[in-house]
């Protein structure tokens, strides 16, 4: 899954594809390296964004999908049934709500009419909030009984339980140890039964692990938890480095011989 982030203020990306042409060059640059879901967002949900009004997310997202739609499986990464609404119209068909249906529960409705695809994704608190001192009893069983009963919910909307996918929120209300509790037990979340997508692309745990300030410099960071993430389950892996991670991932899957040559 390759990030397309139509925004101006993304923590690793913001601005760099924000015009409608740079979107949809980028978009088709994804595909070409190997993404086979672009993840089209209009908002971004780093600590202490600024919200996005409703019409200037449609504006920001809706054309871009539009152009892409048919070069690869389109996504568009909203909690607003307004704009995922408008996205499907125009040929997207899979939705990343960041806050599992909470945020807008009638996306769930949406979703299951449409017969789309959807992640639902662990946050602990909102974004501009999140990252305020984050405490778990113990955070892979808290994610994985909010998982479940996010899951439980859409499955009751009336989404099919093939398409749902779950994700532990790398970085949405937690701290270090958190991301690397969730990623070495990856596999309990895996147990589910759902696909599990992870986010790990160039986040700030990463940063201050290895020193790396700029978020472009943590390809290599990012690397070493997809390959993780892959063997304890992970079947998504949204990233920005698409070229890299499909390398990565084909090398791991082909020695883990999930689909070796
Ligand atoms: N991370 C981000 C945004 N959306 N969706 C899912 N399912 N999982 C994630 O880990 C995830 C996500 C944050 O990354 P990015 O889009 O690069 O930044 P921003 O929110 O600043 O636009």
């Excluded at 690793?12 to 640059?29: I, Q």
């Excluded at 892409?68 to 995922?84: E, I, R, W, Y």
């Excluded at 408008?86 to 769930?108: C, I, K, Q």
């Amino acid at each position: 899954m390759g990030v397309l982030n139509v925004t101006p203020d993304s923590f690793s990306d913001g601005g760099e594809w924000f015009s409608f042409e740079d979107a949809v060059a980028h978009g088709r640059e994804l595909v070409a390296q190997g993404a086979a879901i672009l993840d089209v967002g209009g908002e971004s949900t780093r600590p202490g964004a600024a919200p996005v009004a409703q019409d200037e997310e449609l504006r920001r997202v809706v054309p871009v999908v539009e152009v892409l739609a048919g070069t690869a499986t389109l996504s568009v990464d909203t909690s607003k049934v307004v704009v995922a609404r408008a996205a499907l119209d125009a040929g997207a068909s899979y939705v990343n709500d960041v806050t599992a249906f909470r945020a807008e529960p009638a996306m769930a409705g949406l979703v299951a009419e449409r017969g789309c695809e959807c992640c639902l994704m662990h946050m602990l608190g909102e974004p501009r909030t999140m990252q305020d001192d984050p405490r778990y009893d113990d955070v892979v069983d808290d994610v994985k009984a909010f998982l479940s009963e996010r899951a439980a919910f859409a499955v009751g909307e009336g989404i099919a339980e093939h398409r749902i996918a779950v994700d532990p929120g790398i970085g949405f209300g937690k701290t270090i140890e958190h991301n690397l509790e969730l990623l070495r037990r990856l596999d309990e979340i895996a147990a589910l039964g759902f696909e599990v997508v992870i986010g790990t692309s160039r986040k700030s745990f990463l940063g201050k692990l290895t020193g790396r300030q700029d978020p472009h410099d943590r390809v290599a960071a990012t690397l070493a938890t997809t390959v993780l993430a892959l063997e304890r389950g992970a079947t998504v892996f949204r990233v920005h480095d698409v070229a890299e991670t499909a390398d990565a991932l084909k090398v791991a899957a082909a020695t883990l011989r999930r689909d070796g040559p």
